[in-house]
């Protein structure tokens, strides 16, 4: 039986832009052929003269092994009548110029841990036997959008890190591959962390196959191969397997606009542009030193998209974050604003694929522009993604919470003014890694004050998102209320814990996240504005706001937020109805380190009209501090 070769059809969709499962064509494959494995290798190289497979089975000696070019476009490949699975490879690239480069496997299924960076021959199959079924069943039978959704960013690096020889390893250009967790490590502890803190998934800082640790990874070599800094690619599955079936859902950072210049990645692949742009005006990113995917190359768009869709099958991903799509829309170095038609094709495209292939994966915006209809099906004429972090409103509550709060009147309208647009599209509130790195300061030090009025500040941040319509995402470290930023070479500041403040902190971040998933008012109408009212949008001189969540019965919340480090006996608000209301969360409480500014009693509302309703309320408010209220519902017959 001869060794099956790629078929005319796959190299016409190939071309086409079209071949949706193109890493089963290309890169290193595992072949029964008559009760004997041979192992295939096949790439993308239209300009090289010639290709040599060379590896740990042939002395990286390419003589004898000759790549066929099966293509006119550039398609060659090569089968060895030889089980490879271990070996390391490259390929052996002579360019049209003559020179000679070495060039890993675009589509390596593994990969050396760096800083080597050959390719590994790692069979792709569906031999990993996943447990999470339920949770697949589950996820297709519910919307999404209006379920309680609170993401928890983390760098896999560097969550949690081994202490070698009984002391923590000075910082260094590279960790030592000993310190990391391995995908194992983390399931064991990392999944039961997340539940304990209430996050409903957890967003991965990209995986793929990158040469440099201070990169985190947006400066990929490989886009198929799972980086082999924490494990191999069946210890990532089970990782994921393992958040599924307790209830956790995997979310990937994913970076399809740009990848790194290393010599042995996908630049000048063959000795001339193959997936970057062919203008040197657009090839490159001067800012980030990277390269550029020529989004106008059909080639490309099966590239990518394939790997969107090989992460969904082969490791049972629930979504992606799509890193920089403001430097993907726009030509890239043009700095006029010129739209990429190209690029606008290819989101679209790749957008509808993904939905068609699995309606329940999640694509998200990472998108600082106000490009129109992020979220809009493309079949409407949008770009097709599920959500749009929602930038605007991140960098206008930091500015405020950063200002002191005799500053926050001139400052108002950066608290109100997100719920102008809040349903445009529909929107993540992102506190991400970005935010705190880079000399940008942790969260709690970004609030101003005495020691004591950060950890209030901070409180009434984590409150406000929240309360506020979109779902939430959090970096690591913000739960502990970390003094320190991001530090991209250390673990998160464990020992925070062993600190009342921090500790009563985390108390009320868990409890909040609690009451967020229980409260149906607070994600059911995320998306449409019967799910949110202000009370008083206007009180800029004490800096409270308030203002109502519903769901769809029209069940409401009441919350009220206190920017400032003033108290208030009897805050009177209008509400709607003549009820009963009691508080269901303080973060003045004294169990989250505040001073027990709380209302023990529940609240009666009063007749007389206030903030244009009939009735209304008077009611503790805690300084700098959120209280959230909720309406008692009466037993039927109950007087």
């Known amino acids: ?195 304990e803190q209430g996050f409903t998934h957890i967003e991965l800082m990209p995986l793929t196959e990158h040469p440099f640790d201070g990169s985190w990874g947006y400066q990929s070599t490989g886009y198929y191969s799972p980086t082999s800094r924490y494990g191999k690619p ?27 210049k290393d010599a042995h990645g996908l630049y000048m692949f063959d000795g001339s542009p193959v997936y970057e742009y062919t203008d040197p005006k657009h090839r490159e990113n ?79 915006a990472e998108d600082s522009t106000d490009w129109p209809n992020v979220t809009k099906p493309a079949s409407e004429g949008g770009l097709g993604f599920t959500y749009k972090w929602n930038m605007g409103w991140m960098n206008d509550i930091l500015e405020y919470m950063e200002s002191d709060q005799h500053s926050r009147k001139a400052l108002h309208n950066k608290v109100t003014f997100s719920i102008m647009y809040a349903y445009t599209e529909r929107f993540i509130l992102p506190l991400s890694h970005d935010e705190v790195v880079h000399g940008k300061k942790s969260l709690l030090d970004k609030m101003p004050g005495s020691y004591e009025e950060k950890f209030s500040q901070l409180k009434l941040l984590m409150g406000f998102m929240t309360t506020h319509p979109g779902k939430k995402l959090l ?3 913000g739960e502990l209320g970390m003094f320190s930023e991001w530090k991209d070479k250390e673990q998160v500041d464990w020992h925070l814990l062993n600190y009342d403040s921090h500790r009563t902190l985390n108390h009320f971040f868990r409890d909040l996240v609690k009451l967020y998933k229980r409260s149906k008012p607070l994600y059911e109408l995320d998306d449409y504005p019967e799910g949110f009212e202000w009370i008083d949008v206007h009180n800029t001189d004490q800096s409270v706001f308030s203002f109502i969540r519903r769901d769809r019965e029209g069940n409401p919340l009441i919350i009220l937020c206190n920017f400032k480090n003033i108290s208030y006996e009897e805050y009177k608000v209008g509400v709607p109805n003549k009820q009963e209301y009691k508080e269901v969360i303080n973060s003045d409480a004294s169990q989250y380190g505040g001073s027990n500014y709380v209302n023990k009693k529940n609240i009666i509302a009063e007749e007389g009209t206030f903030h244009g309703r009939p009735y209304h309320i008077k009611i503790k408010v805690p300084p700098y501090g959120i209280t959230i209220l909720r309406p008692i519902k009466k037993r039927k017959g109950a007087k």
């Open 475 to 477: 970096f690591m470290g």
């Open 234 to 260: 069946d210890d990532l599955k089970y990782f994921i397997d393992q958040c599924h079936q307790h209830n956790i859902g995997v979310l990937l950072d994913w970076v399809p606009g740009h990848y790194c």
């Open 1 to 195: 039986m001869p060794i099956p070769t790629p078929t005319d059809y796959q190299v016409h969709l190939f071309h086409e832009g079209s071949l949706y499962d193109a890493f089963k064509l290309f890169g290193a494959h595992l072949i029964d052929s008559n009760n004997t494995i041979h192992t295939r290798f096949t790439v993308y190289a239209p300009n090289a003269r010639q290709i040599r497979l060379v590896g740990s089975f042939n002395d990286w000696n390419g003589k004898g092994y000759n790549l066929k070019k099966i293509s006119e476009q550039g398609i060659w490949t090569i089968s060895v009548d030889e089980n490879l699975e271990g070996h390391i490879y490259k390929y052996e690239i002579e360019t049209a110029s003559g020179n000679v480069i070495l060039k890993s496997d675009p589509y390596a299924f593994y990969s050396e841990i760096r800083p080597n960076t050959a390719s590994v021959v790692y069979p792709l199959d569906e031999s990993y036997k996943w447990g999470d079924s339920n949770w697949i069943k589950k996820k297709a039978k519910k919307d999404q959008t209006e379920s309680p959704m609170f993401i928890y960013e983390i760098h896999s690096g560097t969550w949690k890190k081994h202490v070698l020889n009984g002391k923590e390893s000075k910082p260094s250009i590279e960790c030592k591959i000993e310190e990391f967790y391995t995908y194992r490590e983390l399931a064991d502890e990392l999944i039961p962390y997340v539940v």
């Open 286 to 364: 001067p800012v980030w030193g990277t390269a550029n995917f020529n989004l106008g190359k059909p080639e490309v768009h099966s590239f990518l998209i394939s790997n969107a869709r090989y992460w969904m099958q082969y490791f049972h991903i629930d979504g992606f974050r799509v890193d920089a799509v403001a430097n993907i829309i726009y030509w890239p170095n043009t700095y006029t604003g010129d739209v990429n038609s190209y690029a606008i094709d290819f989101l679209q495209k790749l957008n509808r694929v993904v939905k068609e292939s699995d309606p329940t994966v999640l694509m998200m």
